[in-house]
Antibody
C-alpha cells in the first residue's frame, strides 16, 4: 500500500530555512497524474494547505506563504520536498505531506504521519 | 480565499447517537468538499469527497450531503472509534482551505 513519510529537522532557528522531505513507498510517484501537497497544522491557524506540485512539474502555493515556499520533486528517489525560508515562531507546526494519483488535486488520499517542527533559537 | 465555517465547534454524544455537523463556505464551491476525521497524534483521514462520495473502505454510517455553500456530514450511529475531530475542506479553488474542526467527545 502507499505510504508517505516526512523527514527533516525538528528544530529550526528563526530566519533560517525549514527543509522537509517526503518519501513515498508502495508506488512510483510518476506512475500516474500525481498531486503532492504539503499541509501544516498548529493550534493558531488549524490545518493550512501550503502548496503542491503536480504531474506537469508545476507547483502552486498558498498566496500567504508563496514568497517563502518552494516545493520540488525527485522522481528518481520517489521523494518530494518543501523549503520554507525566513521562518518565525508562527511557522511552528506539524507538517504533513499528502498526495493522490489520478484524482482532483485537492483530494488528500494519502498522508504522512506528520513531522513536528519548532522554530526557536 | 474561501472561508469554511463549521458548527458546532464541539459536541458531546453517546454511542448509538446520530451526529450531524454542518459546514458553510464563503462562496459557491459546487460539490468540491471533503470531510476528514482526525484522532490525537494522527494525520487526518479522508472519509467523504465530492460532498457525498464515501471514500473506499470507510463505513457506510458516515455520509455527506450538500452543494453550493451549505454542506452536512452525518454519522448515523456513533461508534466508540468515532470519537475524534472532524474537518471539512474545500477544493473548488486555490488555496485549498479547511474548516476549524468539530470535536466529538463522550457525553
Amino acid at each position: 500500500q502507499v505510504q508517505l513519510q516526512e523527514s527533516g529537522p525538528g528544530l529550526v532557528k528563526p530566519s533560517q530555512t525549514l527543509s522537509l522531505t517526503c518519501t513515498v513507498s508502495g508506488r512510483s510517484i510518476s506512475s500516474g497524474d500525481y498531486y503532492l501537497s504539503w499541509i501544516r497544522q498548529n493550534p493558531e491557524k488549524g490545518l493550512e494547505w501550503i502548496g503542491y506540485i503536480y504531474y506537469t512539474g508545476r507547483a502552486d502555493y498558498n498566496p500567504s506563504l508563496q514568497s517563502r515556499t518552494a516545493i520540488s520533486v525527485d522522481t528518481s528517489k520517489n521523494q518530494f520536498s518543501l523549503k520554507l525560508t525566513s521562518v518565525t515562531a508562527a511557522d511552528t507546526a506539524v507538517y504533513y505531506c499528502a498526495g493522490n494519483w489520478n484524482r482532483h488535486g485537492g483530494n488528500f488520499d494519502y498522508w504522512g504521519q506528520g513531522a513536528p517542527v519548532t522554530v526557536s533559537s | 480565499d474561501t472561508q469554511m465555517t463549521q458548527s458546532p465547534s464541539s459536541l458531546s454524544a453517546s454511542v448509538g447517537d446520530r451526529v450531524t455537523i454542518t459546514c458553510q463556505a464563503s462562496q459557491d464551491i459546487y460539490i468540491y468538499v471533503s470531510w476528514f476525521q482526525q484522532k490525537p497524534g494522527k494525520a487526518p483521514k479522508l472519509l467523504i469527497y465530492d460532498a457525498s462520495n464515501l471514500e473506499r473502505g470507510v463505513p457506510a454510517r458516515f455520509s455527506g450531503s450538500g452543494s453550493g455553500t451549505d454542506f452536512r456530514f452525518t454519522i448515523s450511529s456513533l461508534q466508540p472509534e468515532d470519537f475524534a475531530t472532524y474537518y471539512c475542506q474545500q477544493y473548488d479553488n486555490l488555496p485549498f482551505t479547511f474548516g476549524p474542526g468539530t470535536q466529538v467527545d463522550f457525553k
